[in-house]
């Protein structure tokens, strides 16, 4: 069963690449990020004709995540983070398929640092660990994947001095990213890539992707009772250097049935 997560960088600016991605590499599920369409002008029918159902959680113009599923419906279990109910940013969107529970998060980026933004992301970062302890409490095989918008440690950037002040690298935000794994979930892309080296994110400034110099900041959690199951992970690189791409490219996991 693979398992795969894109940051889109706007849905309708990118569908072609996103149908080419999902025709050629089939992921079972596919979560996807800033689709930055409201919930009506979200293209189900374009999913539906290549066979795959969806779920979506939408925001005019920022935001908003998917998921969509290959050959069923998802079950939809939780719409947007608990923990703070003033919160009205389409971030987080939660459903069961085929027998495994899927969170599909954006995590706030936290830029510019100090300041409104950073604290919203740690404090957003807070109710995610607490939402994730009441997962691990049902001893549920899960994942929580997406872009974190974390660069866990040195080895997962391209320049860590060039990227020092950033809020993706802040001792914070490292900190909070490492308290989810020490709850006991697993980072599935750096327990089997631990030489670091792998970036899931090319800037469309400064001829990053041409250069190489990219990071990893989408990243797929899983569950105790999930982490048994991983065959494989990896990033699906190539589709970053097609013609009008995201700035992302997708990640996936496999796993065993």
């Not at 795959?52 to 719409?79: C, E, M, S």
């Not at 999930?226 to 065959?231: F, H, K, M």
Request: charged share 25%; aromatic share 10%; proline share 7%.
């Amino acid at each position: 069963m693979r398992i795969a997560s894109f940051n889109i960088n706007g849905i309708k600016a990118r569908l072609p690449r996103l149908l080419e991605w999902l025709v050629e590499t089939r992921p079972a599920v596919a979560c996807l990020q800033e689709i930055k369409t409201q919930d009506e002008g979200f293209p189900a029918d374009e999913f539906a004709a290549i066979g795959y159902q969806a779920i979506w959680h939408g925001q005019k113009g920022f935001n908003g995540v998917a998921i969509l599923a290959d050959g069923t419906a998802p079950v939809q279990t939780q719409r947007g983070l608990p923990g703070d109910q003033e919160d009205e940013q389409s971030r987080y969107l939660e459903a069961d398929v085929n027998g495994v529970r899927i969170a599909c998060i954006y995590l706030p980026n936290g830029n510019p640092q100090p300041g409104p933004k950073f604290d919203y992301k740690l404090a957003w970062m807070e109710r995610l660990r607490s939402h994730m302890r009441a997962l691990t409490a049902q001893e549920l095989p899960a994942v929580v994947l997406g872009d974190y918008n974390v660069i866990p440690e040195d080895k997962d950037v391209w320049s860590p001095r060039a990227m020092a002040d950033d809020a993706l690298m802040q001792p914070g935000s490292r900190d909070a990213y490492a308290r989810l794994l020490h709850d006991g979930w697993t980072d599935a892309i750096g327990t089997l890539n631990p030489q670091g080296q792998v970036w899931t994110y090319w800037d469309y400034q400064a001829g990053a992707w041409q250069r190489d110099h990219g990071f990893r900041i989408d990243h797929a959690l899983l569950s105790p009772e999930l982490a048994d199951r991983l065959v494989s992970a990896g990033v699906d690189k190539p589709y970053r250097g097609r013609e009008k791409a995201s700035d992302h490219a997708p990640v996936w996991i496999e796993l065993r049935a």
